[in-house]
């Protein structure tokens, strides 16, 4: 496309021109940005512009950049995504795909190669104005290890009614390939069974967006039949003032509970006891 139609072509609302940097929520310069992303100014603009266009501040962007250079991955050779996964109102996620997890697991040293894919079972997988396919149920992947010097196997195992994204633009491969997919999933699986340390804190592709958790009931437990309760041992009393007197005599905080003036007999009883314990340690 030459320059002028380019400039005759209206911009696209919300998508930034190629090769442009986000905008700055604290005045970082792109010195500082590129100081501490640790990559050059070019790497910096297509990493802009391809792997990390969902990130909306200069700040975010390279944050994501510091965190995939830390865990000695390639951006550039999608080795990782940042993508809003759980759909249009989702904030966007950074996922270690396979080929990420296969460099990280390879570089270790230990990594020992992996099995053939072993499929099980079948199930109907949901296609969009269509008659359901008949995928694989289940996979297994076994991947080899060395762990403290010996070899050693860990299974992955991954179900396709669990992985499959479902009818969206997402699950568009997994309609496709759904036996690959599936072994992919059940391999990343036996990757971080495998290599736990090097993988902790790694979300996945297949992982599913948390769904927030219901609001907690509140239930009031009624006291069984000769139970004593709260105010079997706190008496009524005038609760404006920090402390009240229970049943025994003790001055107890109203906020806290903690006794802070005993009854004489008990702070006797107390400090024999006391006495009582240290003569029978020594």
Not at 63 to 86: C, H, M, N, P, W
Not at 244 to 267: S, Y
């Amino acid at each position: 496309m030459t320059d002028s139609r380019l400039a005759r072509r209206p911009p696209t609302p919300g998508i930034r021109p190629f090769g442009s940097l986000p905008p700055s929520g604290t005045g970082m310069d792109a010195a500082r940005a590129l100081e501490l992303a640790g990559v050059d100014a070019t790497e910096l603009a297509l990493l802009a512009s391809t792997t990390f266009k969902e990130a909306q501040t200069l700040e975010e962007l390279v944050t994501i950049i510091a965190t995939t250079r830390r865990r000695g991955l390639d951006a550039l050779s999608k080795q990782v995504y940042y993508e809003r996964f759980g759909g249009a109102e989702s904030g966007p996620s950074l996922h270690v795909a396979i080929d990420g997890l296969r460099v990280i697991a390879a570089r270790t040293g230990r990594a020992g190669g992996k099995s053939e894919p072993r499929f099980s079972g079948s199930w109907d997988m949901p296609v969009e104005g269509g008659k359901p396919k008949v995928v694989p149920e289940k996979c297994v992947v076994t991947v080899y290890a060395i762990n403290q010097g010996r070899p050693c196997a860990y299974d992955g195992v991954a179900w396709m009614s669990e992985s499959y994204p479902g009818t969206s633009a997402r699950g568009r491969m997994w309609r496709l390939r759904p036996r690959g997919m599936l072994a992919i999933a059940a391999e990343r699986q036996a990757l971080r069974s495998a290599f736990p340390a090097e993988t902790s804190g790694i979300a996945d592709l297949d992982e599913p967006e948390a769904e927030p958790a219901p609001p907690a009931r509140v239930v009031e437990q009624m006291p069984r039949a000769g139970q004593r309760t709260y105010d079997d041992y706190f008496p009524e009393e005038d609760w404006s003032k920090p402390t009240v007197t229970n049943a025994a005599g003790d001055t107890v905080d109203v906020g806290t509970g903690e006794v802070l003036k005993p009854t004489r007999e008990r702070e006797v009883g107390d400090r024999e006891r006391a006495e009582t314990m240290t003569q029978g340690s020594l």
